[in-house]
């Protein structure tokens, strides 16, 4: 709730993106001015720039008396108050063998926020800079240590935004479904029976928030050199030289002749290919507790954070000094997944970085390990890797295209597959007599349109033919919502690979 709300503040006022949002209500109290914040670059091409706050200031970093910066406090806002609605619906129906079963679900949420008066408190940078002139850090602090060894990036909080007084948030959400099942017993009396249930569920929560809460920030990045003397980045007007931030959702590659990356996607799904290696049972609770974390990108968060630390473990020290979360579905995931993999080959490397996938080839129509002596890849590895994959892109969908693939059930995903497969072929058309059962007459569902079309993908009909056309403009690109889709088909119990 909290984070829905922070992003959707800095979407209505903070356009040209030098506000982070904060996504927990328990890092309000670490955002201090010149708080260490810690600035993660993606390992993979489609992920946006995270930031972790730390419990330092740069003041603990210090060698030397601390340094009391001049501070500068502004109205940001007179009066934040919004209201964001949701919607989304479903239905499936099976007909075989004498029955006839159908299955219909609804949902609305709404979320209303009244934050009040909003204030704006800045560090003044010139006054600063003079402080920090030929200060050092402590190159033996810890947090110093270990993030040296990572590729992150030291940063400072120079601006919060914060609220003035108590503040609501309040969350409605309503849960409609039904199911219907119709038995033909053909004999000589013909007798049918029919039965039914309908579902009703309301959820009401309203969360208070004290004053000085903070609600989004901005940071510079801190360079350190070797002797521990350190680099505020500033540009001349005082705004963060830092286009990360900015173009967080640029990335680095273009789609191939303006349609779709085919080569990625396939180096991609066949990474995703090696979920299908554990067993299937493992693999449908997977995918169960995956659909329940989806529509929370804080629990997203969580659950990368978490499967990075279990890849990377050589660079991490045994005490972390970044704050750790904790949440049972989270825990629950990546305990079945661990359980599966750590009878498996030990993990021998660290994820690749920069986006680089272990080599993966496909002999006689089933999935080799390719140079594994030469790349030092293991089993256990490449799964995780998928894993870590498909997590990292789900983060990057929108929040009703994650609601969406919530409530898909086994069939739906396979259709999804089936029709980014084909749309991703070379010929990137499907006759609609090619197409499966649910979309034989071209008609595709509005839900499932909503979220091609979240990911800049338009689904269009031509002489009984479905094609898609790649749009401009979107935040999400379409490679990512291609590895989400094909991740979901590997857990999917009865998924079925190309």
Not at 120 to 134: A, G, N, W
Not at 233 to 250: C, L, M, N, R
Not at 338 to 366: F, V, Y
Request: hydrophobic share 35%; proline share 4%; with cysteine.
């Amino acid at each position: 709730m909290f984070e829905r709300v922070t992003r959707n503040l800095l979407h209505q006022t903070d356009h040209d993106g030098t506000l982070i949002a904060v996504s927990r209500l328990n890092d309000s109290e670490k955002l201090k001015l010149l708080a260490v914040v810690i600035k993660c670059p993606g390992k993979w091409p489609w992920q946006s720039t995270k930031y972790k706050p730390t419990d330092f200031t740069l003041n603990d970093l210090l060698q030397g008396k601390p340094i009391q910066p001049v501070l500068e406090e502004k109205v940001f806002l007179n009066k934040y108050k919004a209201t964001q609605n949701g919607n989304i619906a479903g239905s499936g129906e099976v007909d075989m063998g004498g029955v006839s079963m159908k299955a219909e679900g609804r949902g609305t949420s709404n979320i209303l926020s009244s934050l009040g008066t909003l204030l704006k408190e800045s560090v003044i940078m010139s006054h600063f800079l003079k402080d920090s002139k030929d200060r050092k850090v402590d190159l033996q602090h810890n947090l110093i240590r270990q993030i040296q060894r990572k590729n992150q990036v030291f940063t400072l909080v120079k601006q919060r935004i914060f609220t003035s007084c108590d503040c609501t948030i309040n969350f409605s959400e309503l849960k409609e479904g039904s199911c219907s099942a119709l038995v033909k017993l053909f004999c000589p009396a013909k007798v049918h029976l029919k039965e039914g249930v309908s579902l009703k569920n309301t959820t009401d929560v309203a969360i208070e928030i004290p004053p000085h809460t903070v609600v989004a920030y901005s940071v510079s990045e801190l360079t350190i050199d070797s002797d521990g003397h350190y680099e505020v980045g500033v540009s001349p007007d005082g705004i963060e030289a830092d286009d990360s931030i900015t173009q967080k959702f640029i990335h680095n590659w273009t789609e191939l002749d303006g349609l779709w990356a085919q080569t990625q996607i396939k180096s991609e799904k066949e990474i995703l290919y090696e979920l299908t290696r554990l067993p299937s049972e493992t693999r449908f609770s997977l995918l169960n507790l995956f659909q329940e974390i989806l529509p929370d990108q804080t629990l997203l968060s969580t659950l990368e954070d978490k499967l990075e630390k279990i890849c990377d473990e050589s660079v991490y020290d045994s005490h972390t000094y970044l704050p750790e979360t904790s949440n049972e579905l989270t825990d629950k995931f990546l305990d079945l997944l661990q359980s599966e993999t750590d009878n498996m080959d030990s993990l021998p490397t660290a994820l690749r970085p920069n986006g680089s996938l272990p080599a993966i080839s496909k002999q006689n129509g089933s999935q080799s390990e390719a140079n594994t002596s030469h790349n030092g890849s293991s089993q256990r590895q490449l799964i995780l890797t998928a894993m870590y994959i498909l997590i990292s892109a789900a983060e990057e969908l929108t929040d009703d295209g994650l609601a969406f693939l919530k409530t898909c059930s086994s069939e739906t995903i396979n259709v999804l597959s089936y029709l980014l497969t084909q749309l991703t072929g070379v010929s990137q058309r499907v006759p609609f007599s090619e197409l499966p059962f649910p979309l034989r007459d071209g008609e595709v569902p509005q839900e499932m349109k909503l979220l091609f079309t979240s990911s800049n993908i338009i689904l269009k009909r031509d002489n009984k033919e479905l094609y898609a056309e790649i749009g401009k403009g979107s935040k999400v690109l379409p490679r990512v919502l291609c590895i989400v889709i094909h991740g979901l088909a590997c857990l999917n119990e009865s998924c079925e690979t190309d």
